[in-house]
């Protein structure tokens, strides 16, 4: 059984329709991204999800509990945290995190447990500090550590690194990466590197549709409609040009310009099953002009997420 | 319930809020109670409690202001509606953690009745009549800021919003003075907060007027959460 199960989830605000029939589902361990555009319903499928609002129509279970039938049981398997993170500011990390604790209503032994969850998040050094005198990075290990308490099997994490800096970036993927050994996760995010570095599968939405669910590989299969080679040749371009676009199976030859010196390079789309690299080969040598590179180039993420939500 | 009743305490006196609300209570009490020591007969003892109520009405909007607005300016709204605990439970947790400061300053001037007991036998039954009393109608007011103050994110709107609330209660025992319509007058008395603390003034346990208050804090209760519901639902 999913560990979470979105059914037919539909939100209605007013007359706008934010989120759209939106079904899947999340197996244990995984750690699914949310990819979409601002406005996309990314946010409001989170609060759906993590029962903060409600549904207009379908359903979410969590470990078996719906999520409007039986909220106490579902919420208690979910760690959560928004976009921004819901801190008190008047009060010190460890405060912070022992009344999340007993909000909870948590029955693991209190003090290693909140040591553990800070020693996870990063925070143990500022455990002491008021939270409003924490920076915009420490702020969110806060946010996550609060998601942490209480073990919960599911996280749900909405654009965890936003207004961090790089390093601070690198630092919490790394966690991310870490927890998702013990809990499911689903992460929103708008950034396409950190799907692609720390997911195992993306759900992409654009304008409250779900316009993708698969593995970043199968995704780059079912957008590309054949394979890409890229290409640098020395020679002169627009015959080089001419000639990759005679050759059968190429179905369309990109010029991407001047590489280095007297040296051009394009990508080369073929027709499903083709392979050219021979033909290529030969046609070059035949003229004369070197290869100087040839490697086969997947469209990337970015190229991925304009296709899919445009 | 424990942890929201624990968090909002330590929040009331983390910030200036709940110091403010105690020291200007036990500061109008002490002068209430000093008139009555200078007056020197116990009848006036329960003066101290209803000269208090119109402090009371302009005091508890400081404490309720905050109650669900700075959850939801901060967004801090997001981690208690999505933890286990029932929006029942954060409702009463938040109204009972108010009450409680107000109770632990109604409970205060039970010194002065220590001190009184030094010159003179206090007025137990007129003391205990009018804290019940100052209690219930505290308890209805503050179920009605924290309504006020689940409708709006910004706590000056809340806290004044509440202010005019309680200024409507306390024009609406002037009313009675300047008409005679007696369908004006038995609506204004059936339901001035004022009027139905009258009672308690003279040691009386009157049972309407603490049905009264106990429904106005039960009507609100559930309004706010059914404000907070309804929230989720839009």
């Known amino acids: ?114 040591s553990e969850v800070c020693s996870l998040a990063g925070v143990e050094k500022v455990r002491r500090r008021l939270i409003k005198n924490l920076s915009k990075g420490y702020r969110q290990r806060v946010g996550i550590a609060q998601a942490l308490v209480c073990s919960p099997p599911v996280l749900i994490l909405d654009e965890p690194t936003v207004g961090l800096d790089p390093n601070q970036i690198v630092e919490i993927r790394s966690l991310i990466k870490k927890l998702g050994e013990k809990h499911t996760i689903i992460l929103s995010t708008h950034i396409l590197s950190e799907v692609q570095t720390v997911c195992d599968r993306v759900i992409v939405l654009s304008r409250g549709q779900l316009v993708a669910d698969n593995t970043t590989k199968e995704l780059h299969k079912s957008v590309s409609d054949g394979e890409s080679l890229n290409v640098r040749i020395a020679g002169p371009e627009r015959q080089i040009y001419d000639l990759l676009l005679s050759i059968d199976g190429v179905s369309k030859v990109q010029r991407r310009g001047e590489a280095e010196k007297g040296v051009f390079e394009f990508d080369i789309v073929t027709k499903l099953g083709k392979d050219v690299r021979r033909k290529v080969f030969n046609l070059m040598c035949a003229k004369n002009w070197a290869i100087l590179q040839m490697k086969p180039s997947q469209l990337d993420l970015e190229d991925i997420f304009a296709t899919l939500t445009v | 319930m ?20 105690c020291g200007v209570y036990i500061f109008f009490s002490a002068m209430y109670f000093n008139a009555v020591l200078s007056g020197g007969s116990s009848s006036d003892y329960p003066e101290i409690y209803y000269g208090m109520l119109n402090i009371i009405l302009i005091l508890l909007p400081v404490l309720t ?60 039954a007129l003391i205990a009549g009018n804290m019940v009393g100052a209690a219930v109608f505290g308890a209805a007011f503050i179920s009605v800021g924290m309504f006020i103050s689940s409708l709006t994110e910004s706590q000056i709107i809340s806290a004044i919003c509440t202010f005019a609330v309680a200024t409507i209660f306390i024009i609406l025992d002037v009313i009675p003075m300047i008409t005679t319509n007696p369908l004006i007058v038995s609506v204004v008395q059936w339901v ?36 907070l519901e309804r929230r989720r639902w839009s």
């Not at chain 1, 946010?43 to 409007?68: A, F, W």
């Not at chain 2, 009450?99 to 010194?111: D, P, S």
Request: proline letters at 5%; aromatic letters at 14%.
């Open chain 1, 1 to 114: 059984m999913a560990t979470i199960e979105v059914r037919g989830l539909c939100k209605w605000y007013g007359s706008i329709n934010a989120v759209k029939d939106i079904s899947f589902s999340v197996d244990e361990g995984e750690i699914v991204g949310f990819l979409g555009p601002n406005g996309a319903g990314k946010t409001t499928t989170m609060n759906i999800i993590t029962g903060y609002i409600s549904s207009s129509e379908g359903s979410v279970t969590i470990g078996g509990y719906n999520i409007l039938e039986q909220p106490s049981r579902a919420k208690a398997q979910i760690g959560y945290l928004p976009e921004n993170p819901p801190l008190y500011p008047d009060m010190t990390v460890d405060e912070y995190l022992s009344f999340i604790y007993e909000l909870k209503g948590c029955l693991l032994p209190k003090e290693e447990h909140i």
């Open chain 2, 2 to 21: 424990k942890a929201i009743i624990k968090k909002e305490l330590s929040g009331y006196f983390r910030s200036p809020v709940g110091y403010v609300f």
């Open chain 2, 65 to 124: 202001m905050r109650l669900f607005s700075e959850e939801r300016k901060n967004k801090t709204d997001q981690v208690l509606l999505t933890s286990p605990v029932s929006i029942f439970s954060i409702v009463m947790g938040k109204f009972l953690s108010a009450f409680m400061v107000y109770g632990g300053c109604i409970l205060f001037t039970l010194l002065y009745a220590l001190v009184f007991s030094y010159f003179a036998t206090p007025p137990w």
């Open chain 2, 192 to 227: 001035s907060f004022v009027g139905r603390y009258t009672p308690f003034t003279i040691g009386l346990l009157d049972f309407s007027s603490l049905i009264f208050f106990l429904s106005v804090t039960a009507t609100f209760i559930f309004t706010t959460i059914s404000v």
